[in-house]
């Protein structure tokens, strides 16, 4: 697993109050992982926050599992 | 008007997490107050305050018993706290599992005299220091006072009338008193009613002391700190916690065999019309929020055997005493008065649904608890029974509580056996 999948596990650990060995990468945030709209915004902060990425509304909301948001910020960060 | 009952309680104090902790606390005369640990208060003129314990503690709080994790990290803990003793008041009153033509009547009225400060403070700082970006998206829904209602109509699926009081210091009597009404109106049948308050933060530490209004004498005695009535005091300790009552409809709690605590009778509500901070120095507005109470609850003044007082620990404590002492004349000879913030603080927003549940749990077990610290009763204080520094067994049929809050805004209850 790489560095960054293993630090995004942690925030979605952290924010959603959800098992470890349920956060995989083909877990959807909403439909797995009982997520709100308002919860993956949050989310989004907290990635843009510890990757040092900026992940902007358009994006955000193509961001749906685990995996999509591991993708986006490989290719994104510094 | 159809009669309203309680029929659950549930607390979350200094003295404790649960009912039976807190009581037993209070009874035999602890102090909840302490060195305030949640931040660091070196640079405060008030460095104590009587804070809920960490659960490691023996009466600490143990927020994952009923809050779920991620409620948790996006609310307040003044919702925290009310969300627990909402749901150890609904268990205690075994209404977890109504029908949904029964949760259609049941409704929430919990409130909060300040709420999320902390929270505001917190993410104000995020503001400033990082951008609007930062802003957590749960920043707003966190804070609010009405969220304790709306949180527990969420977990218990209460449908029923959903409310919150904010009147400062008065909240949790208000709330209590507006619930019954609701019920005796035919808005519900069963209400859960309370308050709650966490402010032991920097601002909220900073800013009462700022209004003259917290002790600042005892920072090296914290356990000596409130001390209603007493010649020494110099101001409120800051508390925090929970109080939460199930009311409900007589008729249907005795149909379906509940165990009744008490029945609400009489409520009355004012205003002093007279300055922002300072009670009327007569106590005109604490006097006809009782005498409205009394009238309404049918009772003689001599059936009141115990009144469990707003008694802050301020120099407001003796214009209410003066104010009881007008209202009841020769009665007040045969009752006892006491401040059971002397052990667990001001809760502001929940003290007056705490203190209702002290009243109701000093009917149940025929004891008052006592006034710590009353070394010295202030000049006007002889002729009543503040019950100084040990609880008392007494005969208590029924009880009269009183809140007041900044505004000038002032509630009693009348609660009595059945």
Known sequence: MSETADRVKKIVVEHLGVEADKVTEDASFIDDLGADSLDIVELVMAFEEEFGVEIPDDAAEKISTVKDAITYIDEHKG | MRRVVVTGLGLVTPLGADVETCWANLIAGRSGAGPITRFDASDQKCTIACEVKAPDHPWGFDPDKRVDHKVQRQVDPFIVYGIDAAGQALED????????????????????????????????????????????????????????????????????????????????????????RMIALDDADVMLAGGSESTVCPIGIAGFAAARALNTSFNDRPEQASRPYDRDRDGFVMGEGAGVVVLEEYERAKARGAKIYAEVIGYGLSGDAFHVTAPEPEGSGAYRAMEMAMRKSGLALSDIDYINAHGTSTMADMIELGAVKRLFGDAVGGLSMSSTKSAIGHLLGGAGAVESIFCILAMRDQIVPPTLNLDNPSEGAEGVDLVPHVARKREVRAVLNNSFGFGGTNASLVMKTI
């Open chain 2, 93 to 180: 009153a075994g209404l977890t599992e109504m029908s949904e033509a029964e949760r259609f009547r049941a409704g929430c009225s919990i409130g909060s005299g300040i709420g999320g400060l902390p929270g505001i403070e917190s993410e104000s700082l995020v503001l400033a220091e990082k951008g609007p970006k930062r802003v957590s998206p749960h920043f707003v829904h966190g804070r609010l006072i009405n969220l304790i209602s709306g949180q527990v109509s969420i977990k218990y699926g209460l449908m029923g009338p959903n409310h919150a009081v904010v009147t400062a210091c008065s909240t949790g009597a208000h709330s209590i008193g507006d619930a019954a």
